[in-house]
């Protein structure tokens, strides 16, 4: 597959196609039991710790597990055709994600996809690692993928000018489209276009099922209105509208289960241990989400207007 997968980097599937692995035969069987030496994520309020830590892996629902860090997200949706990974975390991660995929008892070679939020370093450097792990292609939307086919950004993203060290290119970039669900076997998880915190965000859906109980899983990308010194969202129009085009799109997703990149965006430590008022099955969150996105995005443009940001 990864050969086959080289030849098609960077060319666009096509369009409206659903995206298919072939069934491996050698799909891992789940397992239910997680490594239990690895300390659990000292609690924090701020979205900017943690991020090189393990955390340890645990199931959400169903075949949808967590296998990030202690600050950044990374999901693994398993199934016996094959498995999805959604989001790398930073180069230092990329190891330590595949340490947890390991820990759950499943076998990085049998992800058939990688799947990335947005083309930020947090969240994508250390795809082209686990890339190496898995020979999986990332799969992404047509303005995320330059970037992460280069590590470098461009000026569509709001913060280009803070992340200009750039992150590991990704060898195998493949375009999908808004809409496009990808499928392993039983697994469909659907990519949409969420973009606004940067030009490629990309929120994805599925489904996951305990017993006959099925849930809707949502995950949802950042939706902060953040850029360097430079850059003017209000000078950016067409930006603007399919950041807001976006959020109507997050407010409307199937969530039962609403994840995000940043695991303290939505509290979702809190929520996988039964804190009281932090449900994990919330069908509302997503709705809230956005609206927070949007309230964030009304003052920033305001703001600008004001001259308290670029
Ligand atoms: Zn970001």
Redesign the pocket.
């Known amino acids: 597959m990864l050969g086959l997968a080289l030849l098609a980097a960077c060319q666009p599937a096509p369009r409206g196609a659903p995206v298919t692995a072939a069934a491996s035969p050698t799909a891992a069987t789940p397992a239910a039991t997680a490594d239990r030496d690895i300390p659990a994520c000292a609690a924090s309020d701020s979205a900017m710790e943690g991020w090189n830590e393990r955390a340890p892996p645990r199931r959400i629902f169903g075949n949808t597990w967590y296998v990030g860090t202690c600050g950044l997200t990374a999901l693994l949706v398993t199934s016996d055709a094959g498995h999805v990974l959604i989001d790398g975390a930073t180069a230092p991660a990329g190891p330590l994600i595949e340490a947890n995929i390991r820990a759950l008892g499943f076998d990085p070679r049998d992800v058939k996809y990688l799947l990335n939020s947005?083309e930020?370093y947090?969240?994508a450097a250390g795809l082209a690692y686990l890339q190496g792990a898995t020979g999986a292609p990332l799969l992404a939307r047509a303005p995320a993928v330059a970037t992460l086919h280069t590590g470098i950004s461009d000026r569509s993203d709001p913060?280009q000018l803070e992340f200009k060290e750039g992150f590991p290119a990704v060898p195998v970039v493949q375009t999908i489209d808004d809409g496009d669900t990808v499928r392993v076997g039983p697994l469909a998880l659907t990519a949409h276009a969420t973009p606004g915190?940067?030009a490629g965000g990309t929120s994805w859906t599925w489904r996951s099922c305990e017993g006959t109980r099925c849930l809707d899983m949502a995950y949802t990308d950042?939706v902060?209105a953040?850029s360097d010194r430079q850059y003017r969202y209000s000078e950016h129009p067409a930006m603007v509208a399919a950041f807001r085009r976006g959020l109507d799109t997050i407010a409307a997703l199937p969530c039962d289960i609403h994840l995000t990149?940043h695991p303290l965006a939505s509290d979702l430590f809190a929520r996988l241990q039964g804190t009281p008022g932090k449900p994990l099955v919330d069908a509302g969150a997503c709705r809230r989400y956005a609206q927070s996105g949007r309230a964030n995005l009304e003052k920033r443009l305001s703001d600008e207007t004001s001259g308290l940001k670029p």
Do not use: G
């Open positions: 947005h930020h947090d969240h913060q915190h940067t950042s902060s953040l990149p």
